[in-house]
Nanobody, 127 residues
């Protein structure tokens, strides 16, 4: 059974940093995509960043480019999202999700393709 567990959320002041973790298990795929998404109250889910596991190709949403960095640790089966220069508009519930294929540039736009989702971790940025 594929499982994803997010952690690392919390309350931070604007300009601060947080690092989210997505630990996963039960994968039997040759290559796959792991994405970070977020959803604020009253808003649609938004693709934040994603990474292909085998090659480490990364993509970022326009609103986080230059501030967030996605990375992976193959030995720990964990994907990280380093979030710097946080803004109040980054406040949301952050989810990681996995798709069993390499999605390429569609990884941020096709959240409906992802197979398994974590439970989410709340990030709150105060002004």
């Amino acid at each position: 059974e594929v499982q994803l567990v997010e952690s690392g959320g919390g309350l931070v002041q604007a300009g601060g940093s947080l690092r989210l973790s997505c630990a996963f298990s039960g994968f039997t795929f040759d290559d796959y995509t792991i994405g970070w998404f977020r959803q604020a109250p009253g808003k649609e889910r938004e693709g934040v960043s994603c990474i292909s596991w085998k090659e480490g190709v990364t993509y970022y949403g326009d609103s986080v480019k230059g501030r967030f960095t996605i990375s992976r640790d193959n030995a720990k089966n964990t994907v990280y999202l380093q979030m710097d220069s946080l803004r109040p508009e980054d406040t949301a519930l952050y989810y990681c999700a996995v798709d069993e294929y390499y999605l390429g540039s569609l990884c941020l736009r096709r959240d409906d393709w992802y197979d398994v989702w974590g439970q989410g971790t709340q990030v709150t940025v105060s002004s």
